[in-house]
C-alpha cells in the first residue's frame, strides 16, 4: 500500500500565524484527503485535494482558513491560517489505495495553538 | 444525531479475552463499512474492510454488518497486548467521503 509522509509530525505555534502541513505519497494517486482529529470527537473530513483543480471544501471548513495545494500527483499541502487555540488538533492526510478498499493515512501533525 | 455512533469505551479487558466493539449508524444510504486501528501519536491502519451485511473474517478478527438494524461491530478473539489501541468504525455511501465514529480506546491488560 501507499507510503505517506507528513511533516511535520508536531507544532507549537502562536495565535494569528499560519503553518503549511506537507503531505508526500510513494506513489500517484488521484485524491487526496484531509482530516481533522479533535480530542475525543470524529475524524472530520476538511476537503478533498484533486491535481489540477480546487480542492473541494466540506460543510463548516473554507479556502481562505484551510487553503489546499495540490501541485502533482504524489503531494498536498494544508495550511491553517490565521490560527487560534480552537485549531488545536491532529490534521492528517489520507489517500485510497488502489491495491484494495479503504484509505492510508498518514501520522497526522499535531498541532497546538497558543 | 451524529451520522455514526460508537461506543465510547474505554474498554479494560484481559489477555486472551474477547474484544466486542459496535457502531451504529443513521444513514440508510452508508454501504461501505471499515474499521480503523489507530496507536497512539499514529495514524488510523485500515483493519476491516466490507460492503454486505454478515460477517467477514481476517485472523483473529471478525466483522459483522447488520444493514437492516443499522449496526456494525468488530470482534477480537484471543486479545493479545498489542491490541491496545483506539478502534474507529467509519463508514460511506460513495466510497469515498468517510463519516467517523468516535472511536474506542482498548486496553489489553498482560
Known amino acids: 500500500s501507499a507510503v505517506i509522509s507528513q511533516k511535520p509530525s508536531r507544532d507549537i505555534c502562536q495565535r494569528g500565524t499560519s503553518l503549511t502541513i506537507q503531505c508526500q505519497v510513494d506513489?500517484?494517486?488521484?485524491?487526496m484527503f484531509w482530516y481533522r482529529q479533535q480530542p475525543g470527537q470524529s475524524l472530520t473530513l476538511i476537503a478533498t485535494?484533486?491535481?489540477?483543480?480546487?480542492?473541494?471544501?466540506e460543510s463548516g471548513f473554507v479556502i481562505d482558513k484551510f487553503p489546499i495545494s495540490r501541485p502533482n500527483l504524489t503531494f498536498s499541502t494544508l495550511t491553517v491560517s490565521n490560527m487560534s487555540p480552537e485549531d488545536s488538533s491532529i490534521y492528517l492526510c489520507?489517500?485510497?489505495?488502489?491495491?484494495?478498499?479503504?484509505?492510508?493515512f498518514g501520522s497526522g501533525t499535531r498541532l497546538t495553538v497558543v | 444525531q451524529k451520522e455514526v455512533e460508537q461506543d465510547p469505551g474505554p474498554l479494560s479487558v484481559p489477555e486472551g479475552a474477547i474484544v466486542s466493539l459496535n457502531c451504529t449508524y443513521s444513514?440508510?444510504?452508508?454501504?461501505?463499512f471499515m474499521w480503523y486501528r489507530q496507536y497512539s501519536r499514529k495514524g488510523p491502519e485500515l483493519l476491516m474492510y466490507?460492503?454486505?451485511?454478515g460477517n467477514k473474517e481476517d485472523g483473529r478478527f471478525t466483522a459483522q454488518v447488520d444493514k437492516s438494524s443499522k449496526y456494525i461491530s468488530l470482534f477480537i478473539r484471543d486479545s493479545q497486548p498489542s491490541d491496545s489501541a483506539t478502534y474507529l468504525c467509519?463508514?460511506?455511501?460513495?466510497?469515498?467521503?468517510?463519516?467517523f465514529g468516535a472511536g474506542t480506546t482498548v486496553t489489553v491488560r498482560a
Open positions: 489520507s489517500v485510497d489505495r488502489p491495491e484494495s478498499s479503504g484509505y492510508t
Open positions: 506513489s500517484q494517486v488521484t485524491m
Open positions: 485535494a484533486n491535481q489540477g483543480s480546487e480542492a473541494t471544501y
Open positions: 444513514n440508510s444510504a452508508f454501504q461501505y
Open positions: 466490507t460492503y454486505s451485511s
Open positions: 467509519a463508514m460511506s455511501y460513495n466510497d469515498y467521503k468517510l463519516s
